[in-house]
């Protein structure tokens, strides 16, 4: 079945410092990968998503770029603020029917200080 | 403002006592899903519906019910035979058109414990 794997946390950075957090992922098909953020006590909110190879997701300085030949799609940032301190989710979807299911990683904590 | 929202917020239970946790949307999305979260583990897909009285079971359906009567509201229930119920629910979202790439949109969650 689907699967995604992501690098264990949790990660810390100081302010300013650059930002990879890796994921890897194991699907039949051509799935629709996403990273989705969860703050303290929050649901998860959609960072950025990318649905064929080659496309690049970006928002808020996040990048990530499907790599379908390293089933890659790894999560980058210049330089990361404290207020990106959260729990960041790799995951990807599958289409059942019309629905679309997702597969989560086990999420990565990122905790940024001055 | 168009949301989804989930309630309670926290929700205590005994042991061997059935409990329904609330999920309501106002974005029109004919799919709704309900995930467990569990520390380490990520999110786990409970049950899901494309269409008012019509759901699949998810990879760990077990111990779970849900309906889905109205278009809005896909209520999940917690049933006794669940063996471990405490965990962190949320409830999601989405538009069908336009295939896998959708985004889901997630309630703010309900904390349940067993007491």
């Known amino acids: 079945g689907d699967s995604v794997t992501q690098m264990e946390g949790p990660v810390t950075l100081s302010e300013e410092a650059f930002l990879t957090i890796n994921c890897t992922y194991t699907a039949t098909g051509y799935p629709s990968l996403f990273w989705y953020v969860q703050y303290p006590g929050e649901g998860l909110q959609l960072l950025l998503k990318a649905t064929k190879a080659d496309d690049k997701g970006s928002n808020k300085g996040f990048e990530a770029t499907y790599r379908k030949e390293t089933t890659s799609f790894h999560l980058e940032k210049g330089s990361v603020q404290v207020s990106d301190s959260a729990v960041y989710f790799c995951?990807?979807?599958?289409?059942?029917?019309?629905?679309?299911?997702?597969?989560f990683g086990t999420g990565t904590r990122l905790q940024v200080t001055l | 403002d168009g949301g989804i929202t989930q309630s309670p917020k926290y929700l205590f239970r005994k042991e061997g006592q059935n409990v329904t946790l609330s999920c309501e949307q106002n974005?029109?999305?004919?799919?709704m899903y309900w995930y467990r979260q569990d520390p380490g583990q990520g999110l786990r897909l409970i049950y899901y519906?494309?269409?008012?009285?019509?759901?699949q079971k998810g990879d760990i359906a077990e111990g779970y019910s849900v309906s889905r009567e109205k278009k809005e509201s896909f209520p999940l229930t917690v049933t006794s035979a669940q063996k471990n119920p405490t965990a962190f629910y949320l409830c999601a979202s989405s538009s069908l058109a336009g295939g896998p790439g959708n985004e889901q949109f997630f309630g703010p969650g309900t904390r349940l414990t067993v007491l």
């Open positions: 519906s494309q269409i008012v009285n019509d759901f």
């Open positions: 995951a990807l979807s599958d289409q059942t029917g019309t629905a679309s299911k997702l597969t």
């Open positions: 974005l029109n999305h004919d799919a």
